[in-house]
């Protein structure tokens, strides 16, 4: 079970990388911070399939050499620590950056060719899928353990305390996203002395009937810390996407809404939209430039007004009486009448003024919208025709001679 749960975050932590990596390509300018996030993301992806024991097992058998995956995982593990420190530095000190990183790397470079030559020293020639168990009581393994182990100690310990630093005066989500990576690196350091404690043990010669219990443990801190570390370093970006959608899903509502108006606007002075409207199920459908198809909208409303204005009824504008939608309808509707009968009834056009913004304008048509009739196109053919009990208009009948 908990191999599984390994096998999950490592599917998942590739997910994270190619969803990454897809937004690194589309930006326009590179951020740094947010390279390394992706450096992060694809170092763990590779070092939480490497502790997959299928994984770990098949890439033996393939290279012939055995327990291979084991020092490929790790070296990821120590670069995926690298990284994260730094993420946070490049977060918050841009400015010393340089010889900050070139430091850090030359530790990382040092533990990591530490870390291969204790492998390639060790007797590991049998493939096993726990190879602490198995091999950690030899001297050369307990060496690349403590190795391992080492550096990861420090570099967790590292970005603790960056994430407690930047933590304190990052705003909403990045507060919380800072402390959920040093939550998740808490959990880390967990791992990390349980893994320690064990070996001591196996190198004491007390440890190998406990090998299921430690490789339970270690491995439960592994996934719930690597989680939080995704869930931490992913936040941002999925708050901005949330906030992105629901802007979208808004102004595609306030387009649908506005409909009804802008369509009988069109109705009753066609030629004033750049983009007539075809139908209510193709307008549903368009999906893109929704910010200028709604701003246009409004405009185009708007010039419909104007147009219409000449056509109200003596002592009447738009709107009828402040904030009285249902007046205002009234009133749209009598100077539609008006204007297709060709009856002018104001020498000066009148408009309603705009509003203060662009919100307050949209919210006012759409309330507007909604209390005109459900199609527009009918009703102004219904008041083409002749009202009920109306006579319709004679035509003297010619007169023919006999």
Same mark, same amino acid.
């Given at each position: 079970?908990?191999?599984?749960?390994?096998?999950?975050?490592?599917?998942?932590?590739?997910?994270?990388?190619?969803?990454?990596?897809?937004?690194?390509?589309?930006?326009?300018?590179?951020?740094?911070?947010?390279?390394?996030?992706?450096?992060?993301?694809?170092?763990?992806? /590779? #070092?939480?399939?490497?502790?997959? $024991?299928?994984?770990?097992?098949?890439?033996?058998?393939?290279?012939?050499?055995?327990?291979?995956?084991? $020092?490929?995982?790790?070296?990821?593990?120590?670069?995926?620590?690298?990284?994260?420190? !730094?993420?946070?530095?490049?977060?918050?000190?841009?400015?010393?950056?340089?010889?900050?990183?070139?430091?850090?790397?030359?530790?990382?470079?040092?533990?990591?060719?530490?870390?291969?030559?204790?492998?390639?020293?060790?007797?590991?020639?049998?493939?096993?899928?726990?190879?602490?168990?198995?091999?950690?009581?030899?001297?050369?393994?307990?060496?690349?353990? *403590?190795?391992?182990?080492?550096?990861?100690?420090?570099?967790?310990?590292?970005?603790?305390?960056?994430?407690?630093?930047?933590?304190?005066?990052?705003?909403?989500?990045?507060?919380?996203?800072?402390?959920?990576?040093?939550?998740?690196?808490?959990?880390?350091?967990? @791992?990390?002395?349980?893994?320690?404690?064990?070996?001591?043990?196996?190198?004491?010669?007390?440890?190998?009937?406990?090998?299921?219990?430690?490789? #339970?443990?270690?491995?439960?801190?592994?996934?719930?810390?690597?989680?939080?570390? !995704?869930?931490?370093?992913?936040?941002?970006?999925?708050?901005?996407?949330?906030?992105?959608?629901?802007?979208?899903?808004?102004?595609?509502?306030?387009?649908?809404?506005? @409909?009804?108006?802008?369509?009988?606007? @069109?109705?009753?002075?066609?030629?004033?939209?750049?983009?007539?409207?075809?139908?209510?199920?193709?307008?549903?459908?368009?999906?893109?430039?929704?910010?200028?198809?709604? @701003?246009?909208?409004? /405009?185009? /409303?708007?010039?419909?007004?104007?147009?219409?204005?000449?056509?109200? $009824?003596?002592?009447?504008?738009? $709107?009828?009486?402040?904030?009285?939608?249902?007046?205002?309808?009234?009133? /749209?509707?009598?100077?539609?009448?008006?204007?297709?009968?060709?009856?002018?009834?104001?020498?000066?056009?009148?408009?309603?003024?705009?509003?203060?913004?662009?919100?307050?304008?949209?919210?006012?048509?759409?309330? *507007?919208?909604?209390?005109?009739?459900?199609?527009?196109?009918?009703?102004?053919?219904?008041?083409?025709?002749?009202? !009920?009990?109306?006579?319709?208009?004679?035509?003297?009948?010619?007169?023919?001679?006999?």
């Amino acid at each position: 079970m908990v191999d599984d749960a390994v096998a999950f975050v490592a599917v998942l932590l590739w997910l994270t990388t190619a969803v990454e990596s897809a937004s690194v390509l589309r930006r326009r300018h590179r951020e740094p911070a947010l390279d390394m996030l992706l450096v992060t993301f694809g170092l763990l992806a /590779i #070092t939480a399939t490497f502790f997959v $024991p299928a994984v770990h097992l098949a890439v033996g058998r393939v290279t012939g050499v055995a327990n291979i995956g084991e $020092p490929i995982a790790r070296t990821a593990l120590l670069g995926a620590a690298w990284s994260v420190q !730094i993420m946070l530095h490049r977060l918050g000190d841009q400015g010393a950056a340089g010889l900050r990183f070139g430091r850090r790397g030359l530790v990382l470079g040092a533990f990591v060719v530490a870390l291969w030559a204790c492998f390639l020293a060790a007797p590991v020639d049998t493939p096993t899928a726990r190879f602490t168990r198995d091999y950690g009581h030899e001297p050369a393994v307990a060496a690349y353990l *403590v190795v391992s182990l080492a550096y990861l100690w420090l570099a967790l310990i590292d970005v603790i305390r960056g994430t407690m630093r930047y933590g304190r005066a990052a705003q909403r989500p990045l507060a919380l996203a800072l402390r959920l990576i040093g939550l998740g690196c808490w959990l880390g350091l967990g @791992y990390v002395a349980v893994k320690a404690v064990f070996v001591v043990m196996l190198v004491a010669g007390r440890g190998s009937a406990d090998g299921g219990i430690e490789s #339970t443990i270690s491995r439960l801190l592994a996934v719930a810390g690597g989680l939080l570390v !995704i869930i931490g370093s992913a936040l941002p970006y999925l708050a901005h996407r949330a906030g992105a959608a629901r802007t979208w899903i808004v102004t595609y509502r306030n387009l649908q809404r506005l @409909y009804r108006l802008w369509e009988l606007m @069109y109705c009753a002075e066609a030629g004033f939209a750049l983009d007539p409207p075809g139908s209510r199920l193709v307008d549903v459908f368009r999906l893109r430039d929704l910010d200028l198809r709604l @701003y246009r909208r409004v /405009i185009e /409303i708007r010039d419909g007004y104007l147009a219409l204005a000449p056509y109200l $009824p003596p002592g009447v504008s738009l $709107p009828a009486r402040p904030d009285d939608e249902q007046s205002e309808v009234l009133a /749209i509707l009598a100077a539609v009448a008006n204007k297709r009968e060709g009856r002018i009834a104001h020498a000066q056009p009148r408009s309603k003024p705009a509003s203060s913004t662009l919100a307050d304008d949209v919210d006012h048509l759409a309330r *507007v919208s909604r209390l005109l009739p459900r199609s527009p196109r009918h009703h102004l053919a219904v008041t083409a025709r002749p009202a !009920i009990g109306e006579n319709p208009p004679s035509h003297p009948t010619p007169r023919t001679t006999t």
